[in-house]
T-cell receptor, first 112, second 113 residues
């Protein structure tokens, strides 16, 4: 995926609200998708994944939705907390290529 | 388990110098890969490997070499460092079924002057 340079899209939410982070992926052959959280100075941390045979998958406070028709992925975070503040990346993978390609990140800011 | 270990954590090189970034994983993962992340940007795939003895190019392979002689280790070599290679480098690994995604190391911050 192409980057947006030095200025990542930013989503600002109030503590306790729900957050929705969106991602458009590029390859219609991608069959596995992952959401990562990256805090400042750290490596990406796995949040949740979904395979292309599913439309929705839920974890603890997080839900990933996959719309293959429009190649769109979303991450929903329930009851957003200050500790959720980070940059979130979606990533796609095509099994035959074994490559994981990252999309543009979104910065989530949680304010009290 | 230590997970994915990267060394060094920080490195400063002069233009034209060469060096090797080390990556080791103790999870017996088949897949390993290297990414670079420039300030305020996403991660771009440099090289990856699906098993010992097998490597392939990613999105931005120029100026980098890799080898995979063992399952555990996947070093990244900078042949002749350039300022454009100033970045944070992340190594990642995954099992063949990719359950729980790819595990990332803590990164190597490289500055080329």
């Amino acid at each position: 995926g192409e980057s947006v340079g030095l200025h990542l899209p930013t989503l600002s939410v109030q503590e306790g609200d729900n957050s929705i982070i969106n991602c458009a992926y590029s390859n219609s052959a991608s069959d596995y998708f992952i959401w990562y959280k990256q805090e400042s100075g750290k490596g990406p941390q796995f949040i949740i994944d979904i395979r292309s045979n599913m439309d929705k998958r839920q974890g603890q406070r997080v839900t990933v939705l996959l719309n293959k028709t429009v190649k769109h992925l979303s991450l929903q975070i329930a009851a957003t907390q200050p500790g959720d503040s980070a940059v979130y990346f979606c990533a796609e993978s095509v099994q035959d290529t074994d490559k994981l390609i990252f999309g543009t990140g979104t910065r989530l800011q949680v304010f009290p | 388990n230590a997970g994915v270990t990267q060394t060094p954590k920080f490195q400063v090189l002069k233009t034209g110098q060469s060096m090797t970034l080390q990556c080791a994983q103790d999870m017996n993962h088949e897949y390993m890969s290297w990414y670079r992340q420039d300030p305020g940007m996403g991660l771009r795939l440099i090289h990856y490997s699906v098993g010992a003895g097998i490597t392939d190019q990613g999105e931005v392979p120029n100026g980098y070499n890799v080898s995979r002689s063992t399952t555990e280790d996947f070093p990244l070599r900078l042949l002749s460092a350039a300022p454009s290679q100033t970045s944070v480098y992340f190594c990642a690994s995954s099992s063949w079924d990719r359950d729980y995604g790819y595990t990332f190391g803590s990164g190597t911050r490289l500055t080329v002057v």
